[in-house]
């Protein structure tokens, strides 16, 4: 089955700077989603990604967060300044009509702010 | 505020016995509805959906949804030990994104 890969698999930074995480969506899909879950808590949604454009954000992806679709296979969360509560595992997921359809998920990527 | 509530558990079952798991949401126009399971410090993986009133079967697995009641549950038959596992109930509205529940956590004992 086709997958969506996540990288780095563990990130570790300092608070105040800026971290990159990719993903690459399975070819097909039109949507893209980032999600994040801290330690024993519930998956939040960021926010969705569209035909080139954020479709939908939550309250928690403020101007501090942006995403990218650099190019026809990549797609970005840039967090830019890090704050220690942004410490969480972050989920790319990727469909291909939509949040009405089953997601798929990458393995995510831990991110640890000190 | 959109919210799905699901009790965090842990729910124990012995192996071979039925696992029934509940969800209630908040939201009048949600559509659609899932379940995932998730491993621990691992993605969430979809086990089934579920669009209108009733029961959906698959496998082990039968999804109920009741959108009067706003009440969604998930029946797993003949439990496994590879069942033990975080079960997450999540909605969707005609807009593009899923909101997750807490997740039950569910036990499997041999």
């Known amino acids: 089955e086709p997958e969506v890969t996540q990288t780095p698999s563990h990130q570790v930074t300092q608070m ?20 994040r879950q801290i330690l024993g808590q519930k998956v939040e949604f960021l926010v969705s990604f569209y035909n080139n454009e954020i479709s939908e954000k939550s309250e928690i992806f403020d101007d501090q967060f942006s995403v990218e679709r650099p190019d026809g296979s990549n797609f970005t969360l840039k967090i830019r300044s890090t704050k220690l509560e942004d410490s969480a595992m972050y989920f790319c997921a990727s469909t291909v009509g939509g949040a009405n359809e089953k997601l798929f998920f990458g393995s995510g990527t831990q991110l640890s702010v000190l | ?47 089934m959906s579920i669009y209108s009133n009733g029961d959906k079967e698959d496998g ?4 109920q949804l009741n959108k009067a009641s706003q009440y969604v549950s998930l029946l797993i038959r003949d439990s496994q030990p590879s069942d033990s596992a975080t079960y997450l109930c999540a909605v969707s509205n005609a807009g593009n994104m899923l909101t997750f529940g807490g997740g039950t956590r569910l036990m499997v004992k041999p």
Do not use: M
């Open chain 2, 1 to 47: 505020q959109k919210e799905v509530e699901q009790n965090s558990g842990p729910l124990s079952v012995p192996e071979g016995a039925i696992a029934s798991l509940n969800c209630t949401y908040s939201d009048r126009g949600s559509q659609s509805f899932f379940w995932y399971r998730q491993y621990s410090g691992k993605s969430p993986e979809l086990i």
């Open chain 1, 16 to 35: 105040g700077q800026e971290v990159i995480l990719r993903c690459v969506p399975i070819s097909n899909h039109l949507y893209f989603y980032w999600y």
């Open chain 2, 60 to 63: 082990r697995f039968t999804a």
